[in-house]
């Protein structure tokens, strides 16, 4: 088990810097950041003092060797248009996108897999007829629609709920600002959590019935309803731990996801995410920026993808790893 850890940590890196030059390089041809800075009727001499003073005179493997020794020290750069420490930006916004990501796999992990075991156990009831029909509609509406109905029904229809921001926040060590000890908090999480989650819900609702179906009618679940055990236990204890293999995996890949490209649903609802950030990156070239957060975002989803793998040997006693 601790080679292949090692070995994936290995693969992973080689993936983070494979991500971190085809970002650099992509973001060299989106946009020349120097317009920006200098404004639209800068001269060609203060155009190319900017240029010089950030760095952007050097050719393109001097540029990229400097941010990658710097990165790996933690050091992202400077932003070109706030011109404050990129790792700061991101960092400030990091736990949004988090907490709003960790309420969303909640919401599609409990509500996904409980609808995908009930339904895979009475297959023909009306009842799991129409969650597989509300599924169909989760997975084809588009982020942004759920969010608006979301917003019509419960901020202007019966306003129970606030549509935007973040709300009353407590400072919990650090930067780290949390939504999650405060009603206020909690009151303004519940519709972002809800659009963000509802295609993950359904996605893993469809998976985790397919995955129990096929497993039901394996002949050890046959062998073990033969030796007269209750079907609660057949169904969570043998059915459910074989089941849960490409469960996790989807888990996995969708909580990195989540946390990285939320950029709709934190635009939706003014959420002070990465997301947003991210976005507004874009629009003004931040290139540091827009690099350190694809990097960071893809250390994250290799990571999970670990656990992912180590889940596996835990789940289902004939998976060894050497």
């Not at 971190?20 to 120097?34: E, K, N, R, T």
């Not at 509406?141 to 109905?149: C, Q």
């Not at 019935?209 to 204890?237: C, H, N, P, Q, W």
């Not at 835990?314 to 050497?322: D, E, M, S, V």
């Amino acid at each position: 088990m601790k080679t292949y850890i090692a070995r994936r940590m290995l693969q992973g890196l080689i993936v983070l810097f494979i991500v971190s030059f085809i970002a650099f390089f992509i973001f060299q041809y989106l946009g020349d950041p120097v317009l920006t800075l200098a404004g639209r009727y800068a001269t060609v001499e203060q155009r190319e003092e900017v240029r010089s003073l950030l760095n952007l005179d050097q050719p393109f493997y001097i540029q990229y060797f400097s941010f990658i020794s710097n990165a790996v020290r933690g050091n992202f750069g400077m932003s070109y248009v706030s011109r404050v420490p990129v790792a700061r930006l991101i960092i400030e916004r990091l736990p949004a996108s988090i907490e709003l990501a960790v309420a969303a796999e909640l919401f599609a992990v409990v509500v996904g897999i409980s609808l995908g075991i009930f339904v895979a156990a009475k297959p023909s009831s009306l009842t799991s007829k129409f969650f597989m029909t509300g599924s169909l509609i989760g997975v084809s509406l588009p982020t942004f629609m759920v969010g608006i109905l979301l917003i019509l029904l419960f901020s202007i229809t019966i306003n129970i709920l606030p549509p935007t921001g973040r709300g009353n926040l407590v400072n919990l060590f650090g930067r780290w600002r949390s939504g999650f000890f405060t009603l206020d908090g909690l009151k303004h999480l519940i519709m972002p959590a809800l659009t963000l989650g509802m295609f993950q819900m359904a996605l893993l609702f469809r998976i985790t019935r397919g995955a129990m179906l096929e497993v039901l009618g394996a002949d050890f679940i046959r062998t073990a309803r033969a030796k007269g055990l209750s079907s609660r236990i057949v169904l969570y204890k043998h059915a459910l731990r074989n089941a849960l293999i490409p469960v996790i995996t989807m888990i996995g890949l969708q909580f990195g996801q989540l946390i990285g490209f939320a950029i709709v649903t934190e635009s939706i609802f003014q959420w002070p995410g990465a997301g947003s950030l991210l976005l507004t990156s874009m629009y003004e070239s931040d290139f540091p920026v827009l690099a350190a957060y694809i990097i960071m975002v893809a250390a994250i989803i290799v990571f999970l993808n670990v656990l992912v793998d180590i889940s596996y040997a835990l789940l289902n006693p004939k998976i060894r790893y050497k």
